[in-house]
């Protein structure tokens, strides 16, 4: 037989044995197939610049997302990366990593995720951090005060910063006349918001009872600001005809406010007075706040409402001098609105006092009792008006109105912010109403449904707008 019939014939055996089958591999025979993943590691800096010993933080996602990634933060340190922190993704793939911003200067970074499973390690670009020092903070629009303090103007850098970032900074209201003043934020399970609003009028009320907490609310309030929040202050001002609160509108004649003769003068600039004393205060301890006065002016419910616009904006002025007067400096000034809903709000423009605001804000509800299953969102008319004219803008009071459940989504905050052509640099949510109102309304962030989930989207207290 020929050599290579030969051969022929005896594989042909083997096949007939069933020694080798034919066809492919046994699955159990065949080793597994290698997993061709690709792995990415995005990171970004919440804010990117700073000035120091405000916070900053890389927030940095890898995909595939892993739970308990290890991520590594490193620092360029002459030509060498070395390790700064560690941390571990979350379900999404996340984890946000505190910088230290105590020195001024600029730190290179960039966050190593390491090898799980078929991934392999991945390190993401260099992001730089600029920490700049306090006497060099310098606002892209000066502010109204030529005298404004240090941290007044690094107040209004800040924002200005978040606003070039694309940084949306998340707000919560309290109760400052509440003992339970800070459950808002304790009830927010340790995550952070960027922005704490709180009302003079509260403040100041907290000092009257018969257990005063006067000083422990200050306190609280500049522990707040020193751990990087920012202050925005209201004030719900008594009516100084009937001695009523700031809803009695049994007299409004704000007009009677500017002359002298008038008992209503004196009133209400005795009570201005006392809250200029707390804006000393909060002076006196180094810290700036953002305060909107006569805020809600276009619509009827407050006593100061409807006024005659020149009328307005001279008593804006007077009270603006009052606050210079009496040495203080440490207030950005924001003209607040209300959003146009029907005929008995005007366009806030009229009433705007021109060249004498640092900022401006809408105050937008969305109506919960209402008839159907209309999606989540916030009316927003009056807000483009304004903008065109007020560089620095803000959503000074938003989220739901008569929501007794909380069902109202406050990620509709982020998805209309992002829309707008001025974008807001915050957005506040106020706190829940107590008894003995009832129902008893929700509209604080830890009560309102997927609003823990929405302030864990929006890392280290900001909302990414693009």
């Known amino acids: 037989m020929h050599p290579r019939a030969a051969v022929l014939a005896w594989l042909a055996g083997l096949l007939a044995g069933g020694l080798i089958a034919s066809g492919a591999t046994p699955a159990l025979a065949r080793p597994a197939p290698l997993e061709r993943a690709t792995s990415t590691v995005t990171i970004r800096l919440a804010p990117p610049v700073v000035t120091v010993g405000e916070p900053s933080a890389v927030v940095v996602t890898a995909t595939p997302a892993r739970s308990g990634r290890v991520f590594t933060l490193q620092r360029v340190e002459g030509s060498v990366w070395q390790p700064v922190a560690t941390a571990t993704s979350n379900a999404g793939g996340r984890a946000v990593m505190p910088l230290d911003t105590t020195v001024a200067g600029s730190q290179v970074l960039r966050v190593v995720a390491g090898a799980v499973g078929a991934l392999p390690e991945r390190s993401s670009a260099r992001v730089t951090l600029r920490v700049t020092a306090p006497e060099s903070c310098t606002p892209t629009v000066a502010l109204v005060d030529p005298d404004a303090t240090a941290s007044a103007r690094c107040l209004a850098a800040r924002l200005d910063r978040w606003r070039a970032a694309g940084l949306l900074g998340v707000g919560q209201q309290l109760n400052m006349s509440s003992l339970g003043r800070l459950d ?186 209402k008839a159907g299953t209309a999606a989540d969102s916030l009316p927003l008319k009056g807000y483009a008006g304004v903008a065109g004219k007020v560089r620095r803008m803000a959503m000074t009071e938003v989220g739901p109105r008569d929501s007794s459940q909380g069902a109202w989504n406050p990620a509709t905050i982020t998805r209309i912010a992002r829309g707008l052509t001025a974008k807001p640099v915050w957005a506040l949510l106020w706190f829940d109403d107590l008894p003995p109102n009832d129902p008893l309304y929700k509209r604080q962030i830890s009560s309102l449904r997927g609003g823990l989930s929405w302030l864990d989207s929006c890392p280290n207290g900001y909302c990414y707008l693009r």
Do not use: C
């Not at 920012?230 to 500017?258: C, F, K, M, Q």
């Not at 006569?294 to 616009?309: C, I």
């Open 184 to 369: 808002p934020l304790t009830e927010l399970g340790g995550r952070r918001v960027s922005v704490v609003g709180f009302d003079l009028e509260e403040l100041a009320l907290s000092g009257t009872y018969e257990y005063p907490f006067l000083e422990e609310g200050l306190a609280d309030l500049v522990g707040l600001a020193q751990q990087g929040a920012v202050l925005s202050a209201s004030w719900h001002a008594t009516n100084p005809h009937t001695g009523g609160t700031y809803s009695d509108r049994r007299w409004h004649d704000l007009e009677a406010i500017l002359d002298p003769a008038t008992p209503e003068h004196a009133r209400f600039w005795a009570d201005a007075d006392q809250k200029i004393a707390l804006l000393a205060r909060l002076q006196d301890a180094g810290v700036a706040v953002v305060l909107r006065p006569f805020h809600e002016a276009n619509g009827g419910w407050f006593w100061w409402g409807h006024p005659n616009p020149a009328t307005y904006k001279l008593v804006w002025r007077m009270l603006q001098e009052r606050v210079w007067a009496a040495g203080v400096h440490n207030v950005v000034w924001a003209y607040s609105f209300n959003a146009v809903t029907d005929s008995g709000i005007t366009d806030p423009v009229r009433l705007l006092p021109t060249g004498r605001v640092d900022l401006a804000g809408i105050d937008a509800y969305d109506p919960e009792a």
